[in-house]
């Protein structure tokens, strides 16, 4: 009976101090991270266009995934749409190069609603042209483990979310160049030495 009761609360105070571990802090993986943008363009296609050079931070806690938190930025003139003539469109003052505008994106996370096993709601203060509004993204988490290159801990997510380009002050042909906008991102994150 005794040797019960010490095996069971060695058992409760291993779980208890992995249930306490640490939150750990990746670096995100800037070669492995890209954000893709597409418009409705006055109905007659899909435009599509990415942003990439994201870094930041994700401090991930495997044990209680809510209690994470993500710091990301980029630079606007990593804008890149496949056509030289649009891309110095967006860099003009009626678009991103605007007097005052910011030359970075930020995006830092105000809270994660988890929603499945690996799907959460990333809310957060997106900075944008300046302006910094409230974005919700949808997020799995496709793998985490040991990368088989790097043997390293390493994370992978997909997101999405819907942004109205008005309220950044990029509203330029708006509604007939469609004023929402719908992302996709893709990171993946390595442990931070």
Request: charged share 15%; no cysteine.
């Given at each position: 009976m005794l040797k019960t009761v010490l095996t069971s609360a060695a058992a409760l105070t291993a779980f208890a101090g992995a249930a306490l571990a640490?939150?750990?802090?990746?670096?995100?993986?800037t070669s492995h991270a890209q954000i893709v943008f597409s418009y409705d363009h006055?109905?007659?296609?899909?435009?599509?266009?990415?942003?990439g050079d994201?870094?930041?931070?994700?401090?991930?806690?495997a044990e209680d995934p809510a209690a994470s938190s993500v710091n990301a930025t980029f630079p606007v003139a990593s804008l890149l749409t496949g056509f030289q003539g649009r891309d110095e469109h967006f860099a003009s003052p009626d678009f991103f190069g605007a007097e005052g505008a910011a030359p970075e994106v930020t995006f830092v996370s105000t809270?994660?609603?988890?929603?499945?096993?690996?799907t959460a709601l990333i809310t957060g203060d997106l900075t944008l042209n300046g302006v910094?509004?409230?974005?919700?993204?949808?997020?799995?988490?496709?793998?985490?483990?040991?990368?088989?290159m790097e043997q390293k801990p390493w994370l992978g997510f997909d997101a999405t979310t819907t942004?109205?380009?008005?309220?950044?002050?990029?509203?330029?042909?708006?509604?007939?160049v469609s004023d929402e906008?719908?992302?996709?991102?893709?990171?993946e994150a390595m442990q931070a030495d």
């Amino acid at each position: 009976m005794l040797k019960t009761v010490l095996t069971s609360a060695a058992a409760l105070t291993a779980f208890a101090g992995a249930a306490l571990a640490a939150p750990e802090e990746y670096t995100i993986d800037t070669s492995h991270a890209q954000i893709v943008f597409s418009y409705d363009h006055l109905g007659f296609s899909t435009t599509t266009g990415m942003f990439g050079d994201i870094t930041g931070t994700i401090t991930f806690d495997a044990e209680d995934p809510a209690a994470s938190s993500v710091n990301a930025t980029f630079p606007v003139a990593s804008l890149l749409t496949g056509f030289q003539g649009r891309d110095e469109h967006f860099a003009s003052p009626d678009f991103f190069g605007a007097e005052g505008a910011a030359p970075e994106v930020t995006f830092v996370s105000t809270g994660i609603e988890v929603t499945g096993e690996n799907t959460a709601l990333i809310t957060g203060d997106l900075t944008l042209n300046g302006v910094t509004q409230e974005v919700v993204l949808d997020t799995v988490l496709n793998q985490q483990g040991t990368h088989p290159m790097e043997q390293k801990p390493w994370l992978g997510f997909d997101a999405t979310t819907t942004l109205t380009r008005s309220e950044w002050n990029l509203g330029m042909f708006a509604p007939a160049v469609s004023d929402e906008v719908e992302v996709s991102i893709s990171i993946e994150a390595m442990q931070a030495d």
